[in-house]
């Protein structure tokens, strides 16, 4: 990777980061964006379905079942729009799950670029396994 798509990676990583704060949750807020050719095609953050509390944990902490991820959100607000997903870069500040791997994979989305690992792996390896590009980067350490 050159140097100026890894400054614009981590520009983008820390709009991702930013964008995170809109979420409610409060164990953990993610961040997504999705770019094609420069441009923010769609965002998301992680939180509950349209329609729904805005209340993302129970009362014992645990996040409820059908909250929905960021890349989740992302996606399906593309489905909703005029745009389409092929070829694009998907920027997320948590390492995606397999679920949203999934998701990614039927997008059409080519590059990951995600911020923060997470303890499972299973998600990063299904998109290698696809033939996407993953890249971590550390916004904060860049």
């Not at 489905?79 to 694009?88: L, Y």
Request: proline share 2%.
């Amino acid at each position: 990777m050159n140097d100026k798509q890894k400054k614009l990676d981590l520009r983008y990583l820390r709009m991702a980061q930013i964008w995170a704060e809109n979420s409610y949750c409060q164990r953990r807020q993610v961040g997504a964006l999705v770019v094609k050719n420069k441009m923010i095609i769609s965002d998301g953050y992680n939180g509950t379905p349209s329609g729904f509390e805005n209340v993302c944990e129970d009362e014992n902490n645990v996040t409820k079942p059908y909250v929905l991820h960021a890349e989740a959100n992302a996606i399906t607000k593309l489905a909703r729009s005029s745009n389409n997903s092929d070829g694009s870069t998907l920027y997320v500040t948590a390492s995606p799950c397999i679920e949203c791997a999934k998701l990614i994979i039927q997008a059409g989305i080519r590059r990951v670029v995600y911020g923060e690992q997470y303890r499972l792996t299973d998600g990063i390896d299904l998109l290698r396994r696809a033939g996407i590009e993953v890249i971590y980067l550390d916004a904060n350490n860049s």
